[in-house]
């Protein structure tokens, strides 16, 4: 059986209170989160029954270049405001994925040009991941403008990383 010496038993505790520090830290900064915003382009690419199926690229602070892919329910009106829940919200990096849900109100203004439409009260919320997305999470907000006719948006999105 190995002799446990006064050093190695100091050097162990020593060795131990450092992790508990660093692994404190890394929760503090876990639950405090970070500013995380971004841009997506995206359009509508594939019709399945009563769900559009909408894909695009992303431009995000924290993880750089990454493509999204939205499952919506179709837009059984051309003319003014409509909620618009995504049951299903998958953002793909190179470094994982994050899968959520969101809801938003879509204006559709006509104007300038027919189909026009606004994006506004935007709620986004991604509880899954894979990856170093695994165990994180992301709540934030967004807006945007896009036109139903061609099925193509832009939106910008704020919140917090955790």
Request: aromatic share 6%.
């Amino acid at each position: 059986m190995p002799r446990i010496t006064r050093r190695s038993l100091t050097a162990g505790v020593s060795l131990i209170g450092a992790l508990a520090v660093a692994i404190g830290g890394v929760a503090g900064a876990a639950a405090k989160g970070r500013t995380e915003r971004g841009v997506v382009h995206f359009a509508v690419v594939q019709t399945i029954g009563q769900t559009n199926v909408a894909a695009g690229a992303q431009s995000d602070s924290l993880f750089g270049q990454g493509a999204v892919v939205y499952r919506l329910h179709v837009l059984t009106t051309t003319s003014g405001k409509i909620t618009i829940k995504i049951p299903k919200v998958t953002d793909f990096y190179s470094t994982g994925s994050a899968t959520g849900s969101a809801s938003a109100t879509l204006t559709i203004t006509n104007t300038p040009n027919q189909g026009d439409a606004t994006v506004t009260g935007g709620v986004l919320k991604l509880a899954k991941g894979t990856g170093t997305h695994k165990g994180h999470t992301f709540t934030g907000t967004f807006s945007g403008s896009g036109n139903i006719t061609s099925g193509m948006y832009t939106i910008q999105y704020k919140g917090t990383y955790r």
